[in-house]
T-cell receptor, first 107, second 117 residues
Framework: GIQVEQSPPDLILQEGANSTLRCNFSDSVNNLQWFHQNPWGQLINLFY???GTKQNGRLSATTVATERYSLLYISSSQTTDSGVYFCAVDGGFKTIFGAGTRLFVKA | DAGITQSPRHKVTETGTPVTLRCHQTENHRYMYWYRQDPGHGLRLIHYSYGVKDTDKGEVSDGYSVSRSKTEDFLLTLESATSSQTSVYFC????????????????FGPGTRLTVL
């Protein structure tokens, strides 16, 4: 099956700093999504991005499908950005999640 | 926010007892999913449904069964709970799946924390 690897596994930032999270996947995929799980456990969909670039406020994402990776950019980080960021891809009808990047933003 | 609720939100049960978790949606989405989340494993798909009475297995389906008799409800049953099924269970929905398109965006419920003693 498709393998999804995320890096780094853990990240600590000072408030205001920028960061880049990476997601590599082992095979062609139809879909790719980025999720944020906040410290209370709620999962929020950030981007549906099988290819190209999208932006939403301080967050943006780029997927290069031909090279099998996606990047999530967080600019001017805030403490509310803390949590775990997951990348998920579709292999057919089944969604495979990466293990996530745990982000802590210090005030 | 998508209208997805899960019940119960917390449950403690004993090994060998049956347990049913419920997912209810108000979005009329065709696809529904059950995931479990464990430390070190991220989220793993247990079962999914692509319509009423249409279900299929995911990555970790052993020990679980599902049913979908109505569009809005997707039930996950542990016939005889084991300690290895202690986990947080998430339900998700999407308009479409498999092919490309933003309808594949998945929206998650709040989760159910299950402890099997």
């Amino acid at each position: 099956g498709i393998q999804v690897e995320q890096s780094p596994p853990d990240l600590i930032l000072q408030e205001g700093a920028n960061s880049t999270l990476r997601c590599n996947f082992s095979d062609s995929v139809n879909n790719l999504q980025w999720f944020h799980q906040n410290p209370w456990g709620q999962l929020i969909n950030l981007f549906y991005i099988p290819s190209g670039t999208k932006q939403n406020g301080r967050l943006s994402a780029t997927t290069v499908a031909t090279e099998r990776y996606s990047l999530l950019y967080i600019s001017s980080s805030q403490t509310t950005d803390s949590g775990v960021y997951f990348c998920a891809v579709d292999g057919g009808f089944k969604t495979i999640f990466g293990a996530g990047t745990r982000l802590f933003v210090k005030a | 926010d998508a209208g997805i609720t899960q019940s119960p939100r917390h449950k403690v049960t004993e090994t060998g007892t049956p347990v049913t978790l419920r997912c209810h949606q108000t979005e009329n989405h065709r696809y529904m999913y059950w995931y479990r989340q464990d430390p070190g494993h991220g989220l793993r798909l247990i079962h999914y449904s692509y319509g009423v009475k249409d279900t299929d297995k995911g990555e970790v389906s052993d020990g679980y069964s599902v049913s979908r008799s109505k569009t809005e409800d997707f039930l996950l049953t542990l016939e005889s709970a084991t300690s290895s099924q202690t986990s947080v269970y998430f339900c998700a929905i999407s308009e479409s799946s498999g092919t490309s398109g933003s309808g594949n965006t998945q929206y998650f419920g709040p989760g159910t924390r299950l402890t099997v003693l």
